[in-house]
């Protein structure tokens, strides 16, 4: 079955820890994406890979970081820094970017 | 800079038409997305229009593009209660990501 996987589901941390949300694909697609959404809002573009070892900052990058060290994995790490950590993270992909984006089916992150 | 508008909502009966509408502001969209999001989930592409496009149906769904007026609608023909969740808008320009409006939920009452 082809598709892209994130895990978990559902994650909480304390405040001031670092953590990191997991997104793969088999879909053999070059480009992944990293959105975040919040109730009411739409989804804002945070990171994203067109290829493998390289990424460029979405429009809200400040507190994340990523890594693409393999084309089927961009894990993102929410750090410290970021302010409002708390959020339902949606990981996607496409074959390019510029081609129609499939998404994973999200986690929620709780920070208190 | 680009921006994506749609109402909030909408609501409808079980065997009625949908319409839901989306504007944009970047001339230089080529593609135009609709995407379904139901509760807790990920985003579900439904369909695309390219922009040289008109219209585009595809079984119960038609989509509708004035590129003039920059305005782009998705009409779900004899919307099921199953038709009820976000409905999502989103244009590819730009840098090639997509840039997404808020969305419009949609309720569909039996």
């Known amino acids: 079955d082809g598709g892209i996987t994130q895990s978990p589901k559902y994650l909480f941390r304390k405040e001031g820890q670092n953590v990191t949300l997991s997104c793969e694909q088999n879909l053999n697609h070059d480009a992944m994406y990293w959105y975040r959404q919040d109730p009411g809002q739409g989804l804002r573009l945070i990171y994203y890979s067109q290829i493998v070892n390289d990424f460029q900052k979405g429009d809200i990058a400040e507190g994340y970081s990523v890594s693409r060290e393999k084309k089927e994995s961009f894990p993102l790490t929410v750090t410290s820094a970021q302010k409002n950590p708390t959020a339902f993270y949606l990981c996607?992909?496409?074959?390019?970017?510029?081609?129609?984006?499939?998404f994973g089916p999200g986690t929620r992150l709780t920070v208190t | 800079g680009e921006d994506v508008e749609q109402s909030l909502f909408l609501s409808v009966r079980e065997g009625d038409s949908s319409v839901i509408n989306c504007t944009y502001t970047?001339?230089?969209?080529?593609?135009l997305y609709w995407y379904k999001q139901e509760p807790g989930a990920g985003l579900q592409l439904l369909t695309y229009?390219?922009?040289?496009?008109d219209m585009k149906q595809d079984q119960r769904l038609t989509v509708l593009l004035n590129k003039k007026d920059k305005h782009l609608s998705l009409r779900i023909a004899d919307t099921q209660t199953g038709d009820s969740a976000i409905y999502f808008c989103a244009e590819l320009s730009g840098y090639s990501t997509l840039t997404f409006g808020k969305g419009t939920m949609l309720l569909v009452s039996p």
């Open positions: 229009i390219f922009s040289n496009m």
């Open positions: 970047d001339s230089s969209s080529t593609y």
């Open positions: 996607a992909s496409s074959t390019n970017t510029g081609g129609e984006q499939y």
